[in-house]
C-alpha cells in the first residue's frame, strides 16, 4: 500500500515564475492538507480539502497562492509568481476522514522549494 | 504568537536512558494532542497521540503525558535506542473545529551509543 505521494521532490524556480506541487494521497484517503515548513520552524498549516471542496484555508497566504483536489488526480498546491520567501518544504497529509488529526494525518515526504 | 512551544531545541541522551520532550500550548481548547517524529528529507510520521480526557497513553517505549491544568505536555522514550534520533514535533488540534494541526518547532533528540 503505497504511502502519500508528493513530487516533485526538488523544484528551483526563478523569481516571478509558477511553482505546482502535486500530491496523491494514500489509497482510500479523500482528505488532504498542505504544511509549510521555513528554515528551524515547524509545520505551518496552509489549507483542508476534500475531493473537489476546499474546507479551511486560513493558513493560505491571501495572494499567489492556490490549492485544488479534483474528483480525479492529485492535489495540487500552486504558487504564482513565487518570491525568494516561499523557499520552504512543502509537506502534504492524508486521512480517511473527518477524524485524521486524531488518528494522525498521514505525511507525504515533501517538495522542497528553492527560489532563486 | 505561538499556540504551541517546544522550548529544548535539542536534547542528547545515552542509548538505554530515558528521554523526555516536552511540549507547553497556551489554547484551553486544544483537546487532542499528537507527537511526530521526523528524519531528514522524510515526512513527518505520526507516533501517539493522547485526548484531553486522558492523562496518560502508552504505546510500547513511547509514553505520553497530559497535564491539563499545566497545560504541559510531554514525551517518555524508554529505553532509547539509536534508531530514535530524529526531530520530534507536538502538534495540537480542537475537536470538532477545523482538521488543522497546530505545531510547535520541534526537538533534535540524539541517543549516543
Known amino acids: 500500500n503505497a504511502g502519500v505521494m508528493q513530487n516533485p521532490r526538488h523544484l528551483v524556480r526563478r523569481r516571478g515564475q509558477e511553482a505546482r506541487l502535486r500530491c496523491s494521497p494514500m489509497k482510500g484517503h479523500s482528505h488532504v492538507y498542505w504544511y509549510r515548513q521555513l528554515p528551524e520552524e515547524g509545520l505551518k498549516f496552509m489549507v483542508y480539502?476534500?475531493?473537489?471542496?476546499?474546507?479551511?484555508e486560513s493558513g493560505m497566504p491571501k495572494e499567489r497562492f492556490s490549492a485544488e483536489f479534483p474528483k480525479e488526480g492529485p492535489s495540487i498546491l500552486r504558487i504564482q509568481q513565487v518570491v525568494r520567501g516561499d523557499s520552504a518544504a512543502y509537506f502534504c497529509?492524508?486521512?480517511?476522514?473527518?477524524?485524521?488529526?486524531?488518528?494522525?494525518?498521514?505525511f507525504g515526504p515533501g517538495t522542497r522549494l528553492t527560489v532563486t | 504568537d505561538q499556540q504551541v512551544k517546544q522550548n529544548s531545541p535539542s536534547l542528547s541522551v545515552q542509548e538505554g536512558r530515558i528521554s523526555i520532550l516536552n511540549c507547553d500550548y497556551t489554547n484551553s481548547m486544544f483537546d487532542y494532542f499528537l507527537w511526530y517524529k521526523k528524519y531528514p528529507a522524510e515526512g513527518p510520521t505520526f507516533l501517539i497521540s493522547?485526548?484531553?480526557?486522558?492523562d496518560k497513553n502508552e504505546d510500547g517505549r513511547f509514553t505520553v503525558f497530559l497535564n491539563k491544568s499545566a497545560k504541559h505536555l510531554s514525551l517518555h522514550i524508554v529505553p532509547s535506542q539509536p534508531g530514535d534520533s530524529a526531530v520530534y514535533f507536538c502538534a495540537v488540534k480542537t475537536q470538532g473545529g477545523s482538521e488543522k494541526l497546530v505545531f510547535g518547532k520541534g526537538t533534535k533528540l540524539t541517543v549516543n551509543p
Open positions: 480539502l476534500q475531493k473537489e471542496n476546499i474546507i479551511d
Open positions: 493522547i485526548s484531553s480526557i486522558k
Open positions: 497529509a492524508s486521512s480517511p476522514f473527518e477524524t485524521g488529526g486524531t488518528l494522525g494525518q498521514y
